[in-house]
């Protein structure tokens, strides 16, 4: 089968929330179940018809907490799917598998789930120390976390591009003012100011507090089936027009931020031919966002703007509500939920079908009826790259 003709074959029928933000006594687990179990609902098929339940991410448990595998989650949904699979690091490869079992047949639906209770639990993103000694040599040079990686990448693009605290502040305060219409975004309450942001503190410099992404108690998950057999079902379904996916498998102090040929890039030219459609017929982007960097370089390697534009186009007024091009219109995992690429692309979902009270986009002020969203998932430090343009189905 060529790559074109998966083209609109497969499709997102059922997303499933939990309770976020800070949620104390629940186990990850907990999250997981409940999480699918909305998304089942969601979509309005039973458990025994899941063929594949694909966990997003493994995690060290936390906080006393049980270890989580696909064979507890679904000893504790009362499940037994043909397949059962959990990734273990942060390459974005589940939609290739989804893709490929239900297109083939082996099973008729596949959920995808995300669970995890990491601000209850304070996780911690720092494996470069351990008691205090290092796990390895990159701990000497001051590279302690993931953050300090893309602070790392920040800096270059500061120095070949000229971007900077000026356009991360926009991307945080425009993500911030979506939240604000999304009440059960965490930040939903907190409105953010210019001077907000120049208060909060370095964590690793360039990158400030308010560019990284909180921790989330919670879960999510989605559904997936084929076009034809998602017209029977109970929600409108939004279909998979295109879609890529490509690596860099380098070190993170390996990366440039000016390779022509990074995995934004490429997975993103992928999506586009394959939908038949340019960045122009976009009517709004859901993106991965675990630093406001990520954003920016994103947007950029997508092609939205050329290098030198960056201070330019990345304006809270282009993206934000009202904007011209919407990003992270559920606040994203800046300030929503720290649910990984089910964040960006239950948010997408959601805008197609309609549901999104307050920040719906045809409804805000400025704004049109999406027709066409553009999605990505990001794995590692920019090193895995998943691309979906999703469009609203019949």
Not at 18 to 47: M, P, W, Y
Request: charged fraction near 20%; aromatic fraction near 8%.
């Amino acid at each position: 089968m060529a790559f074109d003709d998966l083209k609109k074959k497969i499709a997102i029928v059922g997303v499933g929330y939990t309770a976020q933000g800070k949620v104390e006594g629940r186990t990850a687990v907990s999250f997981h179940c409940e999480a699918i179990r909305n998304a089942l609902a969601d979509a309005g098929i039973e458990k025994q018809e899941v063929g594949a339940l694909l966990l997003y991410r493994h995690f060290d448990p936390i906080g006393g907490d049980y270890d989580v595998t696909a064979f507890t989650v679904a000893e504790q949904l009362g499940i037994r799917p043909s397949v059962l699979s959990q990734e273990t690091y942060c390459t974005r490869s589940w939609l290739f598998h989804s893709i490929g079992m239900l297109n083939s047949g082996l099973v008729n639906y596949v959920v995808i789930s995300y669970g995890d209770n990491g601000r209850s639990g304070k996780r911690g993103w720092i494996k470069e120390l351990s008691g205090g000694k290092a796990t390895d040599e990159l701990a000497a040079y001051g590279d302690l976390s993931t953050m300090s990686k893309y602070a790392m990448l920040a800096r270059r693009a500061m120095d070949t591009y000229g971007t900077g605290p000026e356009v991360w502040k926009e991307i945080a305060i425009a993500q911030r003012r979506w939240a604000n219409r999304n009440p059960i975004a965490a930040m939903h309450h907190k409105v953010l100011e210019e001077k907000d942001y120049y208060a909060s503190p370095f964590v690793a410099e360039p990158l400030r507090m308010l560019d990284a992404t909180p921790n989330c108690d919670g879960g999510r998950a989605i559904v997936l089936t084929t076009a034809e057999r998602a017209r029977s079902l109970k929600q409108i379904p939004v279909v998979i027009r295109g879609f890529g996916s490509a690596n860099q498998p380098l070190s993170p102090y390996r990366l440039r931020v000016e390779d022509p040929q990074s995995a934004a890039y490429i997975a993103s030219r992928q999506a586009l031919e394959m939908a038949g459609v340019s960045l122009g017929d976009i009517d709004a982007c859901e993106l991965y966002d675990c630093f406001t960097y990520t954003v920016e370089s994103t947007l950029r390697d997508y092609g939205f703007f050329q290098p030198e534009e960056t201070k330019d186009w990345l304006k809270a007024e282009r993206i934000g509500p009202g904007g011209e091009m919407p990003v992270n219109t559920s606040g994203g995992m800046l300030s929503e939920s720290y649910f990984m690429g089910l964040t960006p692309l239950s948010e997408a979902v959601m805008q197609l079908q309609n549901r999104c009270g307050a920040r719906q986009l045809g409804t805000v002020p400025g704004s049109k009826t999406p027709e066409l969203i553009l999605c990505s998932d990001n794995g590692g430090v920019l090193q895995s790259h998943l691309t979906m343009v999703l469009e609203r189905g019949v």
